[in-house]
């Protein structure tokens, strides 16, 4: 079961430890030992005593800190002094309350062994921690609850439930049959509560199929690992299995404490009140309704959200309300709360825990952390930051969102059966967006991007803080060559864009991702009909391309041939995606295809899903989710689109006009400030209107864009055009206000002549 190492590092008392470990070594040296002073060196002797025979060795043991390696080596030295002269054996039993790295111990080791001929036995913390917590649970009993004087709490008995399920299971994850370890947790923590028939036990089980005769085998081997006793046809826990069921109830207590101290002292100090209980409650019931997102997306339904956000806004009404804080202190406030708790040990294996007994519940537990075929799809906003996390190991070159996909590849690494691919719309995608990334190389500066706002664009941002950082004077050309391996010499004007997408599909291939090109057998049709029904039901606007490449992608996600293992067995596929919208073409795609099945995860819900094989979802990725769903700017700040993206697509590669265009765009931005502090309000959307406006133009009037900029080179015409834009710019961006702009940059068009 879980590690205490904590409970021991905590101890402030020598003569505690000292205790403990006299209880230890009776259970480790399996006779009767004893401390006795040493008669030579003014040190303490540990004596074995078996029978008639007593064997005395040199031991230390200590709660120090620090100097650790010090104090190890004049130990050792005056054990090879008592070898000496005394006859000792040459060995030094060594009990430290701290954890120790396996770095540190083997050079002390060797250099004892080396320079003085002595063996160290060396019992830190963590190895401390995990003998009394998997074979002597009566020591770890003793050290909640003499040492620490934590009392048990039995107010929560289903959460205890749920916990003794989870513990039990921890401890057989890497078993050959899952199946059967699952019956097992569930048969030895419905036992938590006291003895029952084996009638009682199989009508107690849930998720479990098991006839009674089955069950009565199982209950049997139970018996004979001494797991479980039988007494007149009632079953209960053996004595060491109560006591392990008691500390994992303690050890709760003390991880919620130490939660609940986090908490308040963060709390304001301007009421007598307590909320912290309050607060923690509301937190933990946050958690767990974050964590059922991985329940509603097993049965493909989109996430269910609401009572999630209920319970945040009870948060902040409480933290409002109780410390007199205004709207956006009190939204403040709840959100570090909820990031500092977020980084308890408890929250995650607390939710972990609630997660597997509700996978069990629904039957989808073992299908859930069985380690299987994994088909992972990535698409473009999340494979191009799995590209830089692959190249690049410099994590100041990493904004929060790229640091939060670096996360999921570590998360992915270690499975054994998985398959990562990619759309070849999506692929091409990635390509696009590096073109994209040298085109604003020509002509982004730092002091554009201040007057503008950062790109949205993934490479170029990346490559921006990549120049910073070297030496000497860089181009894309170098960070390209660092990124792909790419030569400036082997690029060629009019091959740019094929040169750099061949360049990424062969870093896919050495990475293992696969492209998949499936375009060719999904029918026109479906694809009409699906983009017409998307199309419909959006709430924003999309380019038709990229719905088309949405819907071929998701085609090949409900083809279920694609997704068989070698002896024909199918594994539900999963898209990482960050665009909410996938989850409402899965559903209009189901409308057409019942049987598809395939997952929808962000990246952080990903991380949740498949730290599960391991059977603990991480604290980051748990805290991750949770503030990512309070607020969707967590990753990304800026919900406005991009004005340098915008000028790329503008200037494309006709540079002469390119200083006029951005002068134009950056008058539009100050007008829309200046107005924005008039009404002291900022209105985001305006800013947006910006790019719409101008792409609009762009792609309305494209053949006669030059005259569009030469209207504002020329001073009696400029204010006219601005005029226009600004009109136009205030408001939604709809249909009429279209239609009246392409006529008004018309009637300027016309008035040139």
């Keep these: 079961m879980n590690n205490n190492s904590k409970l021991l590092s905590s101890i402030s008392v020598e003569s505690d430890f000292e205790n403990l470990i006299k209880l230890y070594a009776n259970e480790l040296f399996g006779g009767e030992t004893y401390l006795i002073g040493g008669p030579w060196d003014n040190g303490k002797d540990l004596v074995i005593k078996k029978g008639n025979r007593e064997l005395k060795q040199a031991v230390q043991i200590s709660i120090q800190e620090k100097n650790i390696e010090s104090k190890i080596a004049q130990d050792i030295k005056k054990v090879a002094k008592l070898v000496d002269d005394h006859y000792y054996p040459p060995v030094l039993y060594f009990f430290w309350s701290h954890s120790i790295s396996e770095h540190l111990l083997d050079k002390i080791r060797t250099n004892a062994l080396k320079e003085d001929l002595i063996r160290l036995e060396f019992y830190d913390a963590k190895r401390i921690s995990q003998d009394i917590t998997d074979k002597y649970p009566g020591l770890l009993n003793y050290l909640i609850k003499d040492i620490h004087k934590i009392s048990s709490n039995t107010e929560d008995a289903i959460n205890l439930q749920q916990r003794a399920f989870y513990e039990y299971l921890l401890l057989s994850k890497d078993s050959a049959n899952l199946k059967n370890e699952i019956i097992k947790a569930s048969i030895m923590s419905n036992l938590y509560d006291g003895g029952k028939s084996a009638d009682d036990i199989l009508e107690n089980l849930k998720g479990v199929s098991l006839t ?35 500390n994992i109830n303690l050890r709760e207590i003390v991880r919620k404490e130490e939660l609940l101290s986090v908490i308040n002292n963060e709390l304001p100090r301007n009421t007598s009140k307590n909320l912290a209980v309050q607060v923690v409650d509301l937190i933990i019931k946050a958690y767990e309704e974050s964590i059922n997102v991985q329940l509603t997306e097993s049965k493909f339904e989109p996430p269910k959200l609401q009572i999630f956000k209920t319970i945040v806004h009870n948060l902040k009404v409480l933290i409002r309300q109780e410390y007199d804080l205004d709207d956006e202190s009190s939204d403040a406030l709840a959100k570090k709360l909820m990031e500092l708790a977020g980084q308890n040990d408890y929250l995650s294996e607390h939710c972990s825990a609630k997660l597997c007994v509700n996978l069990l519940s629904d039957r989808k537990l073992e299908k859930y952390i069985e380690n299987k075929n994994f088909y992972i799809y990535f698409d473009a906003p999340v494979l191009i930051p799995y590209l830089i996390t692959l190249m690049f190991g410099d994590f100041e070159l990493f904004d929060k969102s790229i640091k939060n996909i670096n996360l999921l590849r570590e998360c992915i690494n270690p499975l054994k059966n998985k398959h990562l691919r990619v759309s070849n719309e999506h692929f091409e995608e990635t390509a696009r967006h590096y073109s994209e990334a040298e085109k604003l190389s020509q002509f982004v500066t730092e ?25 000497k004077r860089t181009d894309f050309y170098d960070f390209t060559y660092a990124f ?7 690029i060629y004007a009019g091959y740019k864009h094929d040169t750099f997408a061949q360049c990424i599909h062969n870093l896919l291939a050495s990475a293992n991702i696969v492209v998949i090109d499936n375009k060719d057998s999904v029918s026109q049709d479906f ?16 380019p038709v391309r990229a719905i088309e490449n949405d819907v071929i992608c998701a085609a090949t996600l409900s083809d279920e041939t694609l997704h068989l293992d070698s002896n024909g067995y199918f594994s539900t596929p999963m898209l990482i995606t960050l665009d909410r919208s996938q989850y409402l073409l899965r559903s209009i795609v189901r409308n057409e295809r019942r049987h598809a099945e395939w997952l929808v995860y962000t990246p952080q ?13 991480s604290s980051e990725s748990l805290k991750d989710g949770v503030l990512a769903t309070i607020s969707e700017e967590y990753f990304f700040k800026e919900s406005s689109s991009s004005l340098i993206d915008t000028l790329a697509i503008i200037i494309g590669d006709n540079q002469a006009r390119q200083g006029d265009v951005i002068r134009l765009a950056s008058l539009l931005k100050r007008k829309v400030n200046e107005e924005s502090i008039e009404n002291s309000e900022i209105d985001i959307e305006h800013y947006n209107n910006i790019s719409y406006v101008l792409l609009f133009i762009h792609r309305e009037f494209k053949s006669e864009f030059s005259n569009i900029i030469k209207i504002f080179a020329e001073d009696s015409r400029r204010d006219k055009l601005v005029e226009v834009l600004l009109s136009t710019i205030q408001g939604v961006f709809d249909e009429s206000k279209k239609e009246i702009l392409r006529s008004n940059i018309g009637r300027l068009l016309a008035e040139m002549g």
């Excluded at 199982?218 to 479980?228: C, E, G």
């Excluded at 554009?448 to 921006?464: A, D, P, R, T, W």
């Excluded at 391996?485 to 082997?490: F, Q, S």
């Design 212 to 246: 009674k005769r089955s069950l009565q085998g199982r209950l049997q081997n139970l018996i004979h690992q001494n797991k479980i006793r039988l007494n007149d046809g009632i079953y209960s826990l053996s004595p060491e299995e109560i006591k392990k069921l008691e």
């Design 605 to 617: 819900r990903a991380i949740e899903r498949l730290s599960l094989v391991g059977l603990k979802i």
């Design 447 to 471: 002091d554009l991007i201040s007057q503008l706002g950062e790109s949205k664009n993934v490479y170029f941002n990346v490559y921006m803080r990549w120049k910073n950082k070297q030496p």
């Design 527 to 542: 694809v009409f009909k699906i983009k017409q029904k998307l199309k419909r039901d959006l709430n924003s606007s999309r």
């Design 484 to 490: 792909l391996g790419l030569d400036k010499d082997d």
